[in-house]
């Protein structure tokens, strides 16, 4: 599976927007990349995917960079509710076995006050 | 609409039982999915249905560990005869298809705790 590697951890101060990075340098063509978070004590929350083009929900947009090597979730506007692990994972669509979500370590966003 | 449910939330059993643990996935959501988090620990897959089929088992940690689904809905985690080391929190999610195309949906969980 291609893999991706994310920081530990970010800090951020609360109403100010954020920018999760992502790089996926050894993606495939047909891989979607997918975000998910894990608030404490929850289990994980779908947050936003996409293939090539930037995407948009009401939760936050990814940004995907041209050759598909690297990502940007962007939170907007964080608040204390987004404090959390976001794990970026890729998907492929068409390999039998890949349906699975493999999570890596993630980075543990805190949000200041 | 409703969630994905497990029960029970809570579970604490002594070494060597068996235990079940229970998933009802979002209505018309065909694939399944076993994950479990131990304490400080990352997710890691366990199994995953399409249908009431499991094509892939490859994360089940050894032979105590069982899982069914019937008629497409509910599924059963069975862990036998358990150990301490099976103690966590146990995690399904729901996906309209398996597919890498579709978001996978997560329940609260159920927190297994082995004395």
Same mark, same amino acid.
């Given at each position: 599976?291609?893999?991706?590697?994310?920081?530990?951890?970010?800090?951020?101060?609360?109403?100010?927007?954020?920018?999760?990075?992502?790089?996926?340098?050894?993606?495939?063509?047909?891989?979607?990349?997918?975000?998910?978070?894990?608030?404490?004590?929850?289990?994980?929350?779908?947050?936003?995917?996409?293939?090539?083009?930037?995407?948009?929900?009401?939760?936050?947009?990814?940004?995907?960079?041209?050759?598909?090597?690297?990502?940007?979730?962007?939170?907007?506007?964080?608040?204390?509710?987004?404090?959390?692990?976001?794990?970026?994972?890729?998907?492929?669509?068409?390999?039998?076995?890949?349906?699975?979500?493999?999570?890596?370590?993630?980075?543990?966003?805190?949000?200041?006050? | 609409?409703?969630?994905?449910?497990?029960?029970?939330?809570?579970?604490?059993?002594?070494?060597?039982?068996?235990?079940?643990?229970?998933?009802?996935?979002?209505?018309?959501?065909?694939?399944?999915?076993?994950?479990?988090?131990?304490?400080?620990?990352?997710?890691?897959?366990?199994?995953?249905?399409?249908?009431?089929?499991?094509?892939?088992? *490859?994360? &089940?940690? !050894?032979?105590?560990?069982?899982?069914?689904?019937?008629? %497409?809905?509910?599924? =059963?985690? $069975?862990?036998?005869?358990?150990?301490?080391?099976?103690?966590?929190?146990?995690?399904?999610?729901? *996906?309209? &298809?398996? !597919?890498?195309?579709?978001?996978?949906?997560?329940?609260? %969980?159920?927190?297994? =705790?082995? $004395?």
């Amino acid at each position: 599976d291609a893999k991706t590697t994310q920081p530990n951890s970010m800090e951020s101060n609360e109403e100010e927007p954020v920018h999760l990075p992502c790089n996926h340098s050894t993606i495939s063509g047909t891989d979607y990349i997918h975000w998910y978070r894990q608030l404490p004590s929850q289990g994980p929350e779908y947050v936003i995917h996409g293939l090539t083009s930037n995407v948009n929900n009401r939760m936050a947009s990814l940004a995907i960079a041209e050759d598909r090597k690297s990502s940007t979730l962007i939170l907007h506007r964080a608040t204390l509710r987004d404090a959390a692990v976001y794990y970026c994972i890729l998907r492929a669509t068409t390999n039998f076995g890949n349906e699975k979500l493999t999570f890596g370590t993630g980075t543990r966003l805190t949000i200041i006050p | 609409g409703a969630g994905v449910s497990q029960s029970p939330s809570n579970k604490v059993t002594e070494k060597g039982k068996d235990v079940e643990l229970r998933c009802d996935p979002i209505s018309g959501h065909t694939a399944l999915y076993w994950y479990r988090q131990s304490l400080g620990q990352g997710l890691e897959f366990l199994i995953y249905f399409q249908g009431n089929s499991a094509p892939d088992k *490859s994360g &089940l940690p !050894s032979d105590r560990f069982s899982a069914e689904r019937t008629g %497409g809905s509910v599924s =059963t985690l $069975t862990i036998q005869r358990t150990q301490q080391e099976d103690s966590a929190v146990y995690l399904c999610a729901s *996906s309209l &298809l398996a !597919s890498g195309i579709y978001e996978q949906y997560f329940g609260p %969980g159920t927190r297994l =705790t082995v $004395t």
